[in-house]
């Protein structure tokens, strides 16, 4: 809980140094869970991509792949 008062306070100071003393406590919260939510997001695809089975999804990622490069780059020239 001390970590997120920490990040707080820092998005705050930021803010009214930036703003010119004008500071909106409330939207400052709200910037702050929106980017820890982001954050929790981001590293959970992380995770994700880092525990799939590469070696089962080679070939269905070079199909993938394929319909892609017909699609948007023509087909081979």
């Keep these: 809980m001390a970590k997120k008062a920490s990040t ?4 705050e100071e930021a803010s009214v140094s ?5 500071f909106d406590p409330i939207l400052e919260e709200r910037k702050v869970k929106a980017l820890e939510k982001i954050a929790n997001s981001v590293d959970a695809l992380t995770l994700w991509f880092e525990e799939i089975d590469k070696e089962e999804w080679g070939p269905r990622i070079e199909w993938y792949l394929s319909l892609w490069k017909d699609k948007f780059i023509g ?3």
């Design 75 to 77: 087909k081979d020239e």
């Design 8 to 11: 707080t306070k820092k998005v």
């Design 18 to 22: 930036a703003n010119g003393g004008g």
